[in-house]
């Protein structure tokens, strides 16, 4: 049974492009979320998906940041337009539910903007 | 606004001996708490959680102790050994959902001395 799989592990971007990463829940799991991680720090939640919605989207930034989990294949986290404020570790972690079960994170993506 | 918060950012310890590793909340409608180890260049490993309706809990070599009273919350890590050493981070997140948004805090290292 393998677990949530992310990829790419390491991206780099030059300012201006764009990024994409995906997450791969693990097998039978409908809910998603993304973190990111600045160094020397903990993870600051920004969304959180059930198959095709949104269902909280409070950590997102405003501009240039979206999230889709379709019906069929992974979820995707798209970053427009990078700067550099955006070379962070972004994690992705899914549960089979809400409310009762664990959420395991994948490895995470590094990217980097230069 | 809320926030949770280590109150070391580093422990070093001998190989053999209990760990304790600290942590303060402030928001007091925090309902689920949970520990995770991350080792470098890894996703963030669930360790042991515990509901707000408990004091203690109790897992394999470690027991997470939740005072509701001061908001503050510990891991105990018995016999601690090389593989321990990572970051550890608490985590809380609010009655919506146990993994709906969880707020962590900045992380603290723990290194095993030989």
């Known amino acids: 049974n393998a677990g949530v799989m992310q990829n790419p592990r390491h991206l780099v971007r030059r300012r201006g492009q764009e990024a994409r990463l995906r997450c791969s829940p693990m097998k039978g799991h409908s809910h998603v979320y993304w973190y990111r991680q600045l160094p020397e720090e903990g993870l600051k939640f920004m969304v959180y998906?059930?198959?095709?919605?949104?269902?909280?989207e409070s950590g997102m930034p405003k501009e240039r940041f979206s999230a889709e989990f379709p019906k069929e294949g992974p979820s995707i986290l798209r970053i427009q337009q990078v700067v550099r404020g955006d070379s962070a570790a972004y994690f992705c972690?899914?549960?089979?539910?809400?409310?009762?079960?664990?959420?395991?994170f994948g490895q995470g993506t590094r990217l980097t903007v230069v | 606004g809320e926030s949770v918060g280590l109150h070391l950012p580093t422990l070093s310890v001998q190989e053999g001996d209990n760990s304790i590793i600290n942590c303060a909340y402030s928001n007091s409608a925090s309902d689920y708490f949970i520990w995770y180890k991350q080792e470098s260049g890894k996703g963030p490993q669930f360790i042991i959680d515990i509901r707000s309706n408990m004091d203690k809990r109790q897992g394999q070599r470690v027991t997470v102790l939740l005072n509701k009273t001061v908001k503050h919350l510990s891991l105990q890590i018995a016999a601690t050994q090389p593989g321990d050493s990572a970051v550890y981070f608490c985590a809380e997140t609010g009655p919506t959902g146990a993994n709906s948004k969880l707020t962590f805090g900045k992380g603290i290292t723990l290194s095993v001395r030989p």
């Open positions: 972690a899914s549960s089979l539910d809400r409310e009762n079960t664990e959420a395991f």
């Open positions: 998906l059930q198959k095709e919605n949104i269902i909280d």
